[in-house]
């Protein structure tokens, strides 16, 4: 079945820190990948995607990029800021409208 | 264009009671999904919805747990009899019809609905 692999928190960074969130991904057929961020008390909004190997998602300075030979699909970003603080969800769908399947969300802490 | 809305935001029951959560989907999206978050846990699908017809239920629990998208009105996600276990966030999201252009593969999530169970 479909499942995805997010490295558990909390990270804690401190502002201007390289940010990394590692994802990995099991599928079958060719899925679409997702970011989503969860800020306290919210709901989730997406942040990024890739449709296809080798698309790089990009958004308010986070990027990602599908990697099929490598089923990952990691959340980057240069420099964070304390606003980057929040819960971020990798997830895949596949085809049609099937639901996504979401990792189990990475904790984010920025401190100033 | 209002985004996904649910309601309520927060619902407060006593063992026993029932729970019923609204969702009204997107303008123009006809699919809805219902997705539980457990604290510090992620989301789990739990069912997903077509007007009038569910089509997949495989996440939810075979009791006491409803869900419903009439032809009018929105969404409802009915929990009957609750238990303190089903303290959770409820939230819903849609997505617009078919796989075509307007289709861009995310879903749209509401604030979702905070239930607590005393």
């Known amino acids: 079945g479909n499942s995805v692999t997010q490295m558990e928190g909390p990270v804690t960074l401190s502002e201007e820190a390289f940010l990394t969130i590692n994802c990995t991904y099991t599928?079958?057929?060719?899925?679409?990948l997702f970011w989503y961020v969860q800020y306290p008390g919210e709901g989730l909004q997406l942040l990024l995607k890739?449709?296809?190997?080798?698309d790089k998602g990009s958004n308010k300075g986070f990027e990602a990029t599908y990697r099929k030979e490598t089923t990952s699909f990691h959340l980057e970003k240069g420099s964070v800021q304390v606003s980057d603080s929040a819960v971020y969800f990798c997830?895949?769908?596949?085809?049609?409208?099937?639901?996504?399947?979401f990792g189990k969300g990475t904790r984010l802490s920025v401190i100033a | 264009n209002a985004g996904v809305m649910q309601n309520p935001r927060h619902l407060v029951r006593r063992r026993g009671q029932e729970a019923r959560l609204r969702c009204s989907p997107m303008?123009?999206?006809?699919?809805v999904y219902w997705y539980r978050q457990l604290p510090e846990e992620g989301l789990k699908f739990m069912v997903y919805?077509?007007?009038?017809?569910?089509?997949?239920e495989s996440g939810m629990p075979k009791e006491r747990f409803s869900a419903e998208f009439p032809k009018e009105g929105p969404s409802i996600l009915r929990i009957q009899q609750v238990v303190r276990g089903d303290s959770a966030a409820y939230f819903c999201?849609?997505?617009?019809?078919?796989?075509?252009?307007?289709?861009?593969?995310?879903?749209?999530f509401g604030e979702g609905s905070r239930l607590t169970v005393l």
């Open positions: 999201a849609s997505s617009p019809l078919g796989t075509g252009g307007r289709n861009t593969g995310e879903l749209f």
């Open positions: 599928a079958t057929g060719y899925p679409s």
């Open positions: 890739a449709t296809k190997a080798d």
């Open positions: 997830a895949l769908r596949n085809s049609g409208n099937t639901p996504l399947v």
């Open positions: 303008k123009g999206h006809s699919h």
């Open positions: 919805l077509q007007k009038e017809n569910i089509i997949d």
